[in-house]
């Protein structure tokens, strides 16, 4: 299983931009990375993946560079109700959830 | 409409009782499946199980048992409960083909006094 490596927290004020860096060194040719965000209280949520280059979709942006041995989550103008955990997991695509990992997550605090 | 759904939120019991939690999804997935988050929040898989196979996490305890009525429901039941089993368990789903893309409960919070 691919290792995944994260800030335990991180901390931003409303309105600016979040970028949270994962780092997954040995991670395979046919891994995909996928991200969740977790609520207090509540299962986590699903928000992006992707294989290389960039992904975006209504929520955030995935950034992840040619050698794919890291990826950053980038949040735009972040508000008070994206204080969440976020977790970075690597896979290989299709061979399900019990070869993904979630780590310790990044904790990520809006302050107003 | 929930599309992932446990019962109950909270269970509070005794050690040694025998407990079950509900899980129902409605989003018509083929797999689902039950982690553990325990108290430093490590999110841990228990089971997978769709119509095919069950893949039970070596670690877990044979006190842990899914069962299957349908395919929309996955419930898990605990047997001789032991205090290190107190933590919140989520139930999840998935669709054959992208079991990345998992889709969670709301959690169950489970004490063992």
């Known amino acids: 299983l691919a290792k995944t490596t994260q800030p335990i927290s991180m901390d931003s004020y409303e309105g600016q931009e979040v970028n949270i860096t994962c780092s997954h060194n040995?991670?395979?040719?046919?891994?995909?990375i996928t991200w969740y965000q977790q609520f207090p209280s509540q299962g986590p949520r699903f928000i992006i993946q992707?294989?290389?280059t960039k992904v975006t979709n209504e929520v955030a942006s995935l950034f992840i560079p040619a050698d794919r041995k890291s990826s950053t989550l980038s949040l735009p103008r972040v508000s008070l109700s994206d204080t969440a955990v976020y977790y970075c997991?690597?896979?290989?695509?299709?061979?399900?959830?019990?070869?993904?990992?979630f780590g310790t997550g990044t904790r990520l605090t809006v302050i107003p | 409409d929930t599309a992932v759904s446990q019962t109950p939120k909270y269970l509070v019991t005794q050690m040694g009782n025998d407990k079950s939690i509900k899980c129902e999804q409605n989003?018509?997935?083929?797999?689902m499946y039950w982690y553990k988050q325990d108290s430093k929040k490590f999110l841990k898989i228990m089971f997978s199980?769709?119509?095919?196979?069950?893949?039970i996490n070596e670690t877990v305890p044979n006190r842990f048992s899914p069962k299957s009525p349908d395919k929309a429901h996955l419930n898990l039941h605990i047997n001789s409960l032991e205090l290190g089993d107190s933590a919140v368990y989520f139930c999840?789903?998935?669709?054959?083909?992208?079991?990345?893309?998992?889709?969670f409960g709301s959690g169950t919070q489970l004490s063992v006094l």
């Open positions: 997991l690597v896979g290989e695509r299709g061979t399900g959830a019990n070869n993904l990992f």
């Open positions: 199980y769709n119509n095919k196979e069950l893949i």
């Open positions: 999840a789903s998935s669709q054959v083909g992208l079991q990345e893309k998992l889709f």
């Open positions: 989003l018509g997935h083929d797999t």
């Open positions: 992707g294989y290389k």
């Open positions: 040995n991670i395979a040719t046919n891994d995909y």
